[in-house]
């Protein structure tokens, strides 16, 4: 791992001081959000476990892609990679902007439920903090949530706006620079990272069959009923809603949902939620919508 930021030492004992709740690391994009908390959990994990959260489903180091999730810290890890997600959360999209309501949701539930008392959550979010969109996010989440910290990570006060219902909500606010040795990533950098961690997922993929008749659909983003189509990113839900993994429709007969998945258990499957990509399980790659005949 890098070295931490210059202001470590400083950023450390605040959250270290916080009152109970849990610590969002906020920024724009490539402004070093993950390192950060990367370093802190593992600061933090010397001394008793600590919770981290992935809330960035487009740049998603947890679980795959699509997913925000959350994993148990119990001692600084040699690999980050080989951290894996305790709880999985579907949101169907790489970018929050569509389901704001829906990202808002998922951070709250992943940042708060059945977490011990007492244990710190670190909360590494997506990089919308600017427009109307954001706007909206934010105040979602201060109103559910009531974070004791935010770590916000701001070039010339950009953030302010955003700031304002987190540290009405009761949030200490501690506003640092971006490190200046994080380097910004383009687009194709961005979609080259999705890519290759969607082939990896799928790697460990194997075909298995469901019930169509016993397995409800539903969309993702807004609950209502939703149709499967060829490469369609689905999450496999088990009855209380649980998101268990994602998966690829592979084909849709009368009776039965072809699946690629690696899930081990698809006998516990009960209903699919659809996402809003298709996609190319050899390449990782989005499948461009189909065009009008």
């Not at 704001?100 to 008392?117: D, F, H, K, M, S």
Request: hydrophobic content about 45%; overall charge positive; glycine content about 8%.
């Amino acid at each position: 791992m890098t070295s931490p930021h210059p202001d470590f030492a400083g950023i450390l004992k605040a959250v270290r001081a916080a009152r109970q709740g849990p610590v969002l690391v906020l920024g724009a994009v490539d402004t070093g959000k993950t390192t950060l908390l990367r370093h802190l959990a593992s600061a933090l994990a010397a001394r008793r476990p600590v919770w981290v959260v992935s809330a960035d489903a487009g740049q998603a180091w947890i679980g795959p892609p699509t997913t925000l999730a959350r994993a148990l810290l119990l001692r600084p890890p040699c690999r980050w990679s080989r951290l894996r997600p305790e709880r999985l959360a579907f949101l169907g999209a790489t970018s929050p902007a569509p389901c704001l309501a829906l990202e808002a949701a998922l951070l709250v539930r992943l940042a708060t439920e059945g977490i011990p008392p007492g244990q710190r959550v670190l909360v590494d979010t997506p990089g919308l903090v600017t427009g109307p969109p954001a706007m909206e996010l934010w105040r979602r989440v201060a109103k559910d949530l009531r974070p004791a910290l935010v770590v916000a990570i701001e070039r010339e006060n950009e953030l302010a706006p955003v700031l304002r219902p987190l540290c009405a909500a009761g949030a200490r606010i501690v506003t640092i620079a971006p490190d200046t040795r994080v380097r910004a990533r383009g687009r194709n950098t961005r979609t080259a990272y999705r890519e290759a961690a969607f082939r990896r997922y799928f790697a460990r993929a194997a075909r298995c069959w469901l019930e169509a008749p016993r397995v409800g659909v539903v969309l993702a983003l807004t609950g209502e009923p939703a149709c499967l189509d060829l490469n369609r990113l689905v999450s496999l839900r088990d009855r209380s809603g649980r998101d268990l993994a994602l998966g690829l429709v592979r084909s849709v007969g009368p009776r039965r949902i072809g699946l690629l998945t690696p899930l081990k258990r698809p006998s516990a499957v009960a209903a699919l939620a659809t996402g809003a990509i298709r996609l190319d399980p050899r390449t990782g790659a989005e499948i461009a919508p189909r065009q009008p005949v």
